[in-house]
């Protein structure tokens, strides 16, 4: 995807590229040395990379957000296009794999859209959570599994394994799915992904998202979310820090003005049930 950044903007980058350029060049007094003989950024060209990051991050927030086309009411069933990974990608810089998009990986990621999942999650009767949107989940949700190629039908319930099996306590309940052959007839409406960085971007630590609803019958795109990320501390890593998810309180859309990364999952689903509103029968 390309993008046009304005001309002062562009003028701001190439000159604050261009003082960064002259202090790499000048290790001599640009940069200290470190035992090992390696040299090690200056205060100030740290500083001014971190200016062009967010000028870009800037611009690219412009284009960021929520845009909603048309919405459907009723729907039962829908399609999950790509499954998110099982691992997340904290640190990894160029690794195109949307750490904007973050969120449940593997079968949690096929779970969180079922019937049922919400509820046995995350309500319970002690500690009432917000619940917006309302989280319904959709009654089937097929995916291609990547082991066989196949495509799968999906169906969330409340299994009580204490009534079959004495080694859990009494009223111990939790939340399964059920995996069958999906049928020749598939979902209309189907959910992908992807990470639209650009190697420029992903130098200053810059991710970028697209999230869409498309309609697979007419392959209309219903609905399109865009979302950045920057990590302010370009990559640094002391201490165990991870550079994508601090990146998440650094969002445009924003998760949460606290730990944004706390707020990722969940947050495909939150933005589907915009469009395609599940149905309300049990």
């Not at 993008?3 to 960064?20: F, K, M, P």
């Not at 470190?34 to 927030?61: D, H, V, W, Y």
């Not at 049928?183 to 971007?201: A, K, R, V, W």
């Not at 998202?209 to 920057?230: F, H, P, Q």
Request: proline share 6%; net charge neutral; charged share 25%.
């Amino acid at each position: 995807m390309k993008r046009i950044i304005g001309d002062e903007l562009a003028l701001t980058v190439r000159a604050l590229a261009l003082g960064t350029a002259l202090l790499l060049g000048g290790l001599a007094t640009g940069c200290s040395t470190e035992s090992g003989g390696q040299s090690t950024p200056s205060a100030e060209m740290q500083r001014n990379r971190l200016k062009i990051a967010e000028a870009m991050f800037q611009e690219r927030c412009k284009t960021a957000g929520e845009k909603i086309y048309r919405t459907v009411e009723n729907v039962e069933r829908i399609f999950l296009m790509k499954i998110r990974p099982e691992r997340d990608n904290f640190s990894d810089q160029f690794a195109l794999d949307d750490p904007y998009g973050r969120d449940f990986g593997g079968a949690a990621y096929i779970k969180s859209f079922l019937r049922g999942f919400f509820a046995a999650n995350y309500r319970t009767p002690e500690v009432p959570r917000p619940n917006t949107p309302p989280h319904l989940g959709y009654q089937y949700v097929e995916a291609i599994d990547p082991q066989d190629g196949k495509r799968y039908q999906y169906r969330g319930r409340i299994e009580e394994p204490w009534k079959y099996d004495k080694s859990f306590l009494k009223g111990y309940s939790r939340f399964v799915i059920d995996k069958t052959l999906a049928s020749d007839l598939s979902p209309q409406f189907g959910i992908t992904y992807d990470d639209i960085s650009t190697h420029e971007e992903r130098e200053y630590w810059i991710a970028g998202s697209s999230l869409k609803v498309i309609d697979l019958k007419t392959n209309e795109i219903m609905a399109e979310r865009i979302g950045y990320m920057i990590d302010p501390g370009q990559g640094n890593t002391s201490g165990g820090r991870s550079p994508w998810l601090l990146a998440a309180d650094h969002a445009c859309p924003s998760f949460s003005s606290r730990h944004g990364f706390a707020s990722q999952p969940l947050q495909t689903e939150n933005f589907i049930e915009k469009i395609l509103k599940p149905s309300k029968a049990k």
